[in-house]
């Protein structure tokens, strides 16, 4: 009896320690339902680069050089299919997060959100920055590995002051960026597997992990 009290308070107290260094209420649904989303957006992507035959190029340079010419009406397409899957992922992050925090009693508002959400921005606004340079000057082949790369990056910020499975799904989004980067043409299908496939693996992990 006595070993299972004192096992008990070891537990409590690892808790208690955990609490006060991670920000442990990110919600591994909402990871899920991000994948999701995000293998939709990639579909409807696909629907408008190869089915609707608006072309986009895989090259690396500008007008008058290995790209073709874009077919505008495309490129908005995608880019509304971004933002919406953006706003859909970021909006059932929010909301199942807060809801996750309220039960395990940790502040959504504390040192340590506002830590994890300062170095998750920092990387992610350089990014958001990058990719609108790059598709303003028609670089539309490194957008994908930009994307990934820059994602990996604010993930691989935000395991330091949250679980380390974080950390991990950030270091894979930067591998799928560098071979994106060497395997331009496949750079739908990598951006899938990145936002789509690995966030519901990750989510899935976060579940049955931390919210069960």
């Not at 350089?126 to 490194?142: E, H, P, S, W």
């Amino acid at each position: 009896m006595e070993e299972k009290e004192i096992q008990d308070q070891l537990t409590s107290i690892r808790s208690l320690m955990e609490r006060s260094s991670k920000f442990i209420s990110l919600s591994g649904l909402s990871g899920v339902l991000a994948g999701l989303y995000a293998l939709v957006g990639a579909g409807i992507a696909y629907q408008i680069i190869y089915v609707q035959q608006h072309t986009f190029s895989s090259g690396y340079v500008g007008n008058g050089g290995l790209v073709n010419n874009l077919a505008i009406p495309g490129a908005a397409q995608i880019m509304l299919t971004a933002l919406v899957v953006l706003v859909a992922s970021v909006a059932t992050g929010i909301v199942l997060t807060i809801r996750k925090a309220r039960r395990k009693k940790q502040q959504i508002t504390g040192s340590l959100s506002r830590q994890l959400l300062f170095n998750m921005a920092v990387p992610l606004l350089a990014g958001g920055i990058l990719i609108l340079v790059l598709i303003a000057k028609d670089y539309f082949g490194l957008v994908v590995p930009a994307s990934l790369i820059f994602y990996g990056l604010a993930l691989v910020n935000a395991g330091n002051f949250s679980f380390t499975d974080v950390k991990y799904l950030g270091i894979g989004e930067i591998l799928l960026g560098l071979l994106a980067a060497l395997l331009p043409s496949y750079g739908l299908l990598l951006w899938a597997f990145g936002f789509g496939v690995l966030h519901i693996i990750y989510g899935s992990i976060m579940y049955f992990k931390y919210d069960k």
